[in-house]
């Protein structure tokens, strides 16, 4: 199994083209295993999605990360590709992506800088199941996973 890690570029830092960095490692990758996951830590949905469908049926799985929330459009692309827009985060939910609530919401409120702290209740951890086909590599069966507080 492969992982590969990729970084969106819409409303983040410059980096280069995520769509051609893969088709490079994926070149590489593709020679030992079929069964590949990619991570692709990004910010905007569309660009998320648009890489979903642009690798549907090149890797077993497309799992976006970033904006801390959990999207429920998780689904077998045509091609064999499970796809998720974000899988959430793994943290405190009594917050604001994670930092304490009160901070951030002055923070918001007040325009200025405060420092963030991270809370502490309401932990959960999130993730998704994705079973493949060793053959192929394309995925069979995919899950969200949420499991509930932790403290």
């Given at each position: 199994m492969g992982v590969l890690?990729?970084?969106?570029?819409?409303?983040?830092?410059?980096?280069?083209d995520p769509f051609k960095t893969a088709d490079w490692a994926l070149g590489i990758m593709q020679k030992e295993t079929k069964t590949i996951f990619v991570d692709f830590h990004a910010d905007a949905t569309a660009?998320?999605?648009a890489m979903g469908w642009y690798l549907d049926g090149k890797v077993t799985a497309v799992i976006g990360t970033h904006t801390h929330t959990p999207t429920a459009d998780g689904r077998i692309l045509p091609r064999g590709t499970a796809f998720q827009t974000d899988v959430g985060m793994t943290g405190p939910y009594d917050s604001v992506l994670g930092?304490?609530?009160?901070q951030a919401i002055r923070r918001l409120v007040t325009g200025t800088p405060h420092k963030y702290e991270?809370?502490?209740?309401d932990v959960?951890?999130?993730?998704?199941?994705?079973?493949?086909?060793?053959?192929?590599g394309r995925a069979v069966k995919m899950e969200s996973i949420i499991f509930p507080s932790f403290g």
């Open positions: 890690n990729l970084q969106g570029r819409v409303y983040m830092q410059p980096i280069d660009e998320k999605m930092m304490k609530k009160e991270v809370a502490s209740h959960r951890l999130c993730g998704v199941y994705v079973q493949a086909d060793a053959d192929t």
